[in-house]
């Protein structure tokens, strides 16, 4: 749980940082103190991520659980059909695909029969 609640924390704090590094990045010592912040959240003796976690994180979450469910349930489904939209129209590509191909070389194939006379095919020898 303790590496759980670090984890949220510290890719808070990364999606975070991306914005604040633009701002704030002349800031002296900013990025010393970016990296004590990150030995604070991580050391064992300060517990720093589970404080930040008990004490805003999961308060939030739990305040947001239930738009989060239906948001996740709409997610689900929207991606299910995002695979079947995508599957048959996968499908469908294929088979258009197949039976061009399939009547591009059935053309190609009676071209070449039809070239053939009676009189062609009567002169070639008898391999009996």
Same mark, same amino acid.
């Given at each position: 749980?303790?590496?759980?609640?670090?984890?949220?924390?510290?890719?808070?704090?990364?999606?975070?940082?991306?914005?604040?590094?633009?701002?704030?990045?002349?800031?002296? &010592?900013?990025?010393?103190?970016?990296?004590?912040?990150?030995?604070?959240? +991580?050391?064992?003796?300060? @517990? $720093?991520?589970? *404080?930040?976690?008990?004490?805003?994180?999961?308060?939030?979450?739990?305040?947001?659980?239930?738009?989060?469910?239906? &948001?996740?349930?709409?997610?689900?489904?929207?991606?299910?059909?995002?695979? +079947?939209?995508?599957?048959? @129209? $996968?499908?469908? *590509?294929?088979?258009?695909?197949?039976?061009?191909?399939?009547?591009?070389?059935?053309?190609?194939?009676?071209?070449?029969?039809?070239?053939?006379?009676?009189?062609?095919?009567?002169?070639?020898?008898?391999?009996?």
């Amino acid at each position: 749980v303790r590496w759980m609640m670090y984890w949220i924390v510290f890719a808070l704090f990364m999606a975070t940082e991306t914005f604040t590094d633009l701002l704030i990045s002349w800031f002296p &010592f900013y990025y010393e103190v970016k990296m004590a912040f990150v030995l604070w959240l +991580l050391s064992p003796y300060t @517990r $720093g991520a589970s *404080l930040l976690y008990r004490r805003f994180v999961h308060p939030t979450l739990a305040r947001k659980e239930k738009d989060i469910d239906a &948001f996740l349930v709409q997610a689900r489904e929207r991606g299910y059909e995002t695979v +079947l939209r995508f599957g048959k @129209r $996968g499908l469908n *590509l294929a088979a258009t695909a197949a039976v061009q191909a399939a009547t591009k070389s059935q053309g190609a194939l009676a071209g070449r029969l039809r070239s053939f006379s009676m009189q062609d095919l009567s002169s070639l020898p008898d391999q009996a």
